[in-house]
T-cell receptor, first 114, second 115 residues
């Protein structure tokens, strides 16, 4: 079982609709959760970080965390063609030996169609 | 967000030569930086964790004598690919962790082609 799992997609979304991305993780000791956006041929860009249960909103993005279910999601409202990218879920353990390194999911490819 | 730069953005070298890639945190001090490699259509692969003033910690399967990492200051880490071969051709990306949080910010990446 992978440590961080995402549906690879592609997730096809009409322009203006809501894109919903899901991520599950296996390490119950995980404390920090991140969503990165990666355009083809580019490096990842941090778009959301979330540390406690519940929702966190930033512009058109909402991250949702449920530690009991080991589940984190990202909603993209009013999706635009420029949102077409691969979205990476990343998790950090607080175990010192892990060195705060990020464990990434495989990414979900999102296609927003005009 | 915090800014991380990488240099060069692209490099082409001949097989057997060495290449150095620099990673800088521009607006914060990073005690910890990370080096990743990504092949086309594949996930990021963590190569090593670089800590300022100490030896890097390499992931299993990564040759530390081939991929030399130096983190000599709080804003600079370097990755040297020694005796490069065509199979080392890849997209190399660094990230830096903001000290007050667990957030990591990525540099723009270096595309290495070994001929």
């Amino acid at each position: 079982q992978k440590e961080v799992e995402q549906n690879s997609g592609p997730l096809s979304v009409p322009e203006g609709a809501i894109a919903s991305l899901n991520c599950t993780y296996s390490d119950r000791g995980s404390q920090s959760f991140f969503w990165y956006r990666q355009y083809s041929g580019k490096s990842p860009e941090l778009i959301m970080s979330i540390y406690s249960n519940g929702d966190k909103e930033d512009g058109r993005f909402t991250a949702q965390l449920n530690k009991a279910s080991q589940y984190v999601s990202l909603l993209i409202r009013d999706s635009q063609p420029s949102d077409s990218a691969t979205y990476l879920c990343a998790v950090t353990s607080v175990i010192k030996a892990a060195g705060n390194k990020l464990t990434f999911g495989g990414g979900t490819r999102v296609l927003v169609k005009p | 967000g915090a800014v991380v730069s990488q240099h060069p953005s692209r490099v082409i070298c001949k097989s057997g030569t060495s290449v150095k890639i620099e990673c800088r945190s521009l607006d914060f001090q990073a005690t910890t930086m990370f080096w990743y490699r990504q092949f086309p259509k594949q996930s990021l692969m963590l190569m090593a964790t670089s800590n300022e003033g100490s030896k890097a910690t390499y992931e299993q399967g990564v040759e530390k004598d081939k991929f030399l990492i130096n983190h000599a200051s709080l804003t600079l880490s370097t990755l040297t690919v020694t005796s490069a071969h065509p199979e080392d051709s890849s997209f190399y990306i660094c990230s830096a962790r903001v000290p007050t949080s667990y957030e990591q910010y990525f540099g723009p990446g270096t595309r290495l082609t070994v001929t």
